[in-house]
């Protein structure tokens, strides 16, 4: 493992979850595996939000914006709390652009919809929505990326680049159902799309990411499936709602790397 | 927020259009040879532009045996190749596993995906379809074992990558940071630009009144970032302050008033705990679009104040296309041999001058000057932004 020296740690101010499970924490079965029965993907549709901007958008920006959504319902905030250059946007998503990619690259998506195919649109229609003009950095990876959004979301928090940083994650799987099923051995069944958004402030702990190769794969999939990069910030909202507010220990694996999060209360 | 820690760029590698090794680089940004031609390597006879900053051939390594046959790896690999040559990476020098890979990208690994889609190949060609895959290939090939990081913040990749690389390094997460951005033309990218109509028929003509569009370049950037403590030799420069900023305002077109990219440049000089009034030159983003170069001249002027008319400001896409995630990674290397030779490359195909675009943009030939401090701007998709601010040695 690779040492890293703490930094304060933010705390989670509130959590959104969108996932194929059903709405929030709350429909997170106990057992993935089990809930699956069988299937190996789940998907979750085309979120139903009203208005004309909308009409173009790709249901992976659309899940982006429920998932704040959900986060401002968690933090009973209104979106007005969240707006302007003192908040922070950090997106992370392993595959999302995928679905995008394909369609352009099969014809299906027309020459609009070019501009769909770059990551940085999905957290831009968020940013649109809900004005936010701070520092914004995208990280494409599986679970450790997140953990390092994470981690950046500390560093500006505590650079006082920010006032708040939003950690949003998406990943959808369903219009590559079938190259998925391919590459079956990559992941762990079943894939289940999801959507999830952190909102994270200056808080009272230190933070800790420590990453090194090899290692097995972390169990935190047992619950949830496999969300890729959603995965940490899901689990960020299940132990918030199960009552645990800070998350005291998230790990990730992808591509041999398997990275922790450590944040510890009270000694920042 | 205060001054942080200086963090050195040891050496770097480039793979471009106008040269693939710094010296090349260097010798025809100031000479202004081209690196534009009619694309060869897929078709484009369907496009309505069918040219851009082309790699005809990669010449600096011979055998590829231990690459993957994927594009953007190799010209990733071969920008690493120079690197390593000017500051080796082995175990001797520093732990694999505390050797960490920050590299920023537009694309990806796409054109795996076009081909694994049309068919061409084997299976496990999805797999370099992701956008990580590239950079992973990297530090497999530098036989790094710490962390692997791909950033996608569009066409300001390269400047975020090295600003997250610095903060890796400042807070130890490794102990050299290789760090940069890439991206090739191909089919899907080149498609794309066309439909939105944002190529150019003509030349690439930054702050020009005639500008009329950007053409794409491909290639990859790479620095050797480490704690100044630890840079052992005489560095190419510093890298001060970093920000990436989002603009939230429109998926594909910049904010009509730059505020996030003014944003972004306020925060990187306070972050390297400077003001307007130290920066001596910046590399503009000067993608050649109407809108780009025009918010971006309001947006230097804002910044830099009352010295703005009295800074110089280049763009170099007009010499090998706008290369996307390589960009910004590029326009910092420029920066720094600019300091280390005294010369500032000129803009190239600016004839004409646009009365809101009327700061001093360098054209016509090469000028002396020796810039100690410069700022570096990008733009990109989704209402990216990024902008570095660096040192010279």
């Not at chain 2, 300001?156 to 033309?185: E, F, P």
Request: hydrophobic share 45%.
């Amino acid at each position: 493992m690779s040492q890293a020296a703490g930094i304060p740690a933010p705390s989670v101010r509130a959590a959104g979850l969108c996932s194929a499970w059903g709405a929030g924490a709350a429909a997170v079965p106990a057992d993935a595996r089990a809930a699956a029965a069988g299937r190996s993907l789940l998907g979750l549709g085309r979120p139903a939000l009203q208005g004309e901007r909308f009409r173009r958008a790709t249901r992976e920006c659309l899940w982006a914006l429920a998932a704040v959504e959900a986060m401002l319902e968690d933090g009973r905030a209104e979106r007005g709390a969240i707006a302007g250059d003192r908040t922070a946007l950090l997106f992370v998503s392993a595959a999302v652009y995928g679905a995008s990619n394909r369609a352009f690259i099969e014809g299906t998506g027309g020459g609009t919809h070019f501009a769909y195919t770059a990551p940085a649109v999905i957290p831009a229609e968020a940013a649109i929505e809900y004005r936010l003009r701070g520092p914004s950095v995208l990280l494409i990876g599986g679970p450790p990326a997140a953990l390092r959004a994470m981690w950046y979301a500390a560093t500006l928090l505590a650079a006082r680049a920010c006032d708040r940083a939003l950690v949003l994650g998406v990943e959808t799987f369903e219009e590559c159902a079938d190259l998925y099923a391919r590459a079956r051995r990559r992941t762990a069944p079943p894939l289940v799309e999801a959507a999830a958004c952190l909102w994270l402030e200056p808080g009272d702990g230190r933070l800790v990411l420590r990453s090194g190769r090899g290692g097995s794969r972390p169990d935190g999939a047992r619950r949830l499936g496999d969300m890729l990069a959603v995965g940490p910030l899901a689990e960020v909202a299940l132990r918030r709602h199960e009552g645990h507010p800070d998350p005291l220990g998230l790990t990730g694996a992808w591509r041999g790397e398997v990275a922790n999060l450590i944040i510890t209360k009270g000694a920042g | 927020m205060s001054r942080l820690e200086r963090v050195a760029v040891v050496a770097a590698g480039v793979t471009t259009p106008i040269g693939q090794d710094l010296d090349a680089f260097w010798s025809s940004l100031l000479t202004g040879a081209s690196g534009i031609s009619t694309i060869e390597r897929f078709p484009v006879a369907d496009l309505r532009v069918g040219r851009g900053g082309e790699i005809k051939k990669l010449t600096r390594i011979k055998r590829w045996d231990r690459v993957p046959d994927c594009r953007a790896t190799r010209l990733l690999v071969s920008a690493a190749d120079e690197l390593i040559a000017q500051a080796p990476l082995g175990p001797a020098v520093v732990e694999p596993a505390r050797l960490a890979v920050v590299v920023g990208t537009a694309l990806g690994g796409v054109e795996e995906g076009e081909r694994a889609l049309a068919g061409e190949g084997p299976r496990r060609r999805l797999r370099g379809a992701l956008y990580d895959s590239p950079g992973d290939n990297l530090a497999r090939w530098l036989g790094a074992r710490g962390p692997a990081l791909t950033v996608s913040t569009a066409c300001a990749s390269g400047a975020t990558a090295l600003g997250i690389g610095a903060d890796m390094l400042r807070q130890g997460q490794a102990d050299l940071v290789v760090a940069g951005g890439y991206d090739i033309l191909c089919r899907f990218v080149m498609r794309g630009f066309d439909a939105l109509r944002s190529l150019t028929r003509d030349e690439v003509r930054p702050f020009d009144k005639r500008r009329s569009g950007l053409l794409l370049g491909e290639a990859a950037a790479l620095v050797l970032l480490a704690r100044e403590a630890d840079a052992g030799r005489a560095p190419l420069g510093y890298l001060r302050g970093h920000a990436s900023t989002g603009d939230g305002s429109h998926i594909s077109a910049p904010d009509p008033d730059g505020r996030g990219l003014e944003h972004a440049a306020r925060l990187a000089l306070a972050e390297a705990g400077v003001g307007p009034e130290d920066v001596d030159f910046v590399s503009a983003h000067g993608t050649a679009t109407p809108l780009n170069d025009r918010i971006e001249t309001a947006v230097l002027k804002r910044v830099l104040g009352p010295r703005a008319p009295s800074v110089p400001v280049n763009s170099i896409k007009a010499t090998m296309g706008h290369t996307m995630g390589a960009a910004a990674t590029l326009e910092a290397i420029m920066c720094l041999l600019a300091g280390r030779h005294g010369q500032i490359p000129p803009t190239r195909h600016l004839e004409v001058p646009d009365p809101e675009c009327d700061l001093d943009y360098v054209p016509g030939t090469a000028r002396a000057f020796r810039p100690r401090l410069s700022l570096s701007t990008s733009l990109g998709f989704g209402g990216c932004n990024g902008a570095l601010v660096l040192e010279s040695a």
